[in-house]
């Protein structure tokens, strides 16, 4: 029935022209592949500098007591000469402040910044962030949450190393832990495909994004850059938006050795992910406009290429052809993205790869109009 009705309204000169159209996208999204996500498996680590400098780790912890106690040790032994650990207690209920104190009591390079609650003043993490790079005695800065657990005693060493000369940030991978479910693989597949997105783009002088679960920045180019003043109203953003906006083609660098890697707490219900995505997806508009064009375009290209090879084989045309294509397509993607998930260390993902690009293909337009229906509810 649909094959008549389109076999009715396109003549086969309109067919050709789609099958065209379809190679196009296919050429562009392996231009992609192969410009920018393959930087990432290409990538080299930074050669650790002798003289290592004074760094300062920047924790925020708002009621993160558990998370505390369970992975704030870890970033207090790492194997560095010399380093201090800043964590902000911001208005916790819980007993973080206990726990604090006697962490401090320990390692007497632990600094605490306490934030009390304001009942005429609602803040959210920004101010927290600000406070701890405040804070901060040195210029290095290396941002990690609570809920974070470095994958070795050489986390600080390896982002360190990527302070090269002219350097200015550092990207590092922030994973999530490996648990069991459907939930967590999509979570971790989301992860990784983002940051093969996000460091391929860094590693080709086009920078776009960082996440604070691992990144490190210098001080003088937060404050260069006056903090989080152009985007404070906005409740996300503390790391992607303002690597957006200060970030160069030559003032950044990418750290993926395994022992650079953060892990941390993935979401363990769908509702709770389902918030968090659609807090995220806040910032993306206020991305420079060329960042916006190269991630849109290749949507647009993914979305362009399955919807036309649909339409070519419900009509029939050169059914074998359009098959191979698709099967070509396929092939190369699953070579490109399972080394890439290799090198991130994310390989029990690799099995999952078509079945997840066409969930996120549907899932980002539908969480993105949730997310402006919300908004429209609320002003209204």
């Known amino acids: 029935m649909i094959d008549a009705i389109l076999h009715d309204i396109l003549t086969p000169g309109v067919f050709m022209i789609l099958f065209w159209v379809m190679m196009f996208a296919l050429l562009v999204m392996i231009w992609y592949?192969?410009?920018?996500?393959?930087?990432?498996?290409r990538h080299k680590p930074s050669a650790i500098p002798d003289e290592l400098p004074?760094?300062?780790?920047?924790?925020?912890?708002?009621?993160?007591?558990?998370?505390?106690?369970?992975f704030l040790p870890l970033v207090l032994q790492q194997d560095y000469p010399k380093y201090e650990v800043v964590v902000v207690n911001d208005c916790s209920l819980d007993n973080t402040a206990d726990i604090l104190k006697e962490?401090?009591?320990?390692?007497?390079?632990?600094?605490?910044?306490t934030i009390k609650e304001d009942e005429y003043y609602q803040h959210g993490k920004k101010v927290a962030v600000m406070m701890g790079i405040k804070g901060a005695a040195n210029e290095h800065i290396i941002l990690t949450d609570a809920d974070c657990q470095p994958s070795s005693d050489q986390w600080l060493k390896r982002m360190v190393a990527g302070f090269q000369p002219g350097k200015e940030i550092v990207l590092g991978y922030g994973a999530f832990f490996r648990k069991s479910g459907f939930l967590n693989k999509l979570i971790r597949f989301d992860a990784a495909v983002i940051a093969l997105q996000y460091l391929g783009f860094a590693l080709a002088g086009r920078t776009y994004m960082g996440v604070g679960r691992n990144l490190a920045y210098t001080k003088s180019l937060f404050f260069k850059n006056k903090g989080f003043a152009s985007h404070y109203h906005i409740e996300s953003g503390d790391d992607d938006l303002f690597v957006n906006e200060t970030a160069t083609p030559t003032n950044v660098s990418v750290e993926l050795d395994i022992s650079a890697v953060t892990f941390s707490e993935p979401k363990a219900e769908w509702k709770g992910w389902w918030r968090q995505k659609k807090r995220h997806l806040q910032t993306g508009h206020r991305y420079k406009s060329y960042h916006k064009f190269l991630?849109?375009?290749?949507?647009?290209?993914?979305?362009?290429?399955?919807?036309?090879?649909?339409?070519?084989?419900?009509?029939?045309?050169?059914?074998?052809?359009?098959?191979?294509v698709i099967g070509f397509r396929l092939l190369l993607q699953m070579i490109i993205f399972s080394i890439g998930l290799r090198k991130l260390g994310e390989k029990d993902l690799i099995p999952f790869i078509p079945l997840f690009e066409l969930f996120f293909m549907i899932f980002y337009p539908v969480i993105t109009i949730a997310r402006k229906l919300q908004r429209k509810r609320k002003w209204n």
């Open 33 to 41: 592949w192969l410009w920018f996500y393959t930087r990432v498996f």
């Open 54 to 70: 004074e760094v300062s780790v920047v924790i925020c912890a708002r009621n993160e007591d558990d998370n505390l106690v369970r």
């Open 103 to 113: 962490f401090a009591a320990k390692y007497p390079f632990l600094k605490v910044v």
């Open 295 to 324: 991630l849109g375009w290749y949507v647009l290209q993914q979305w362009l290429f399955f919807a036309v090879a649909a339409v070519l084989l419900v009509v029939q045309f050169q059914p074998y052809v359009v098959l191979g």
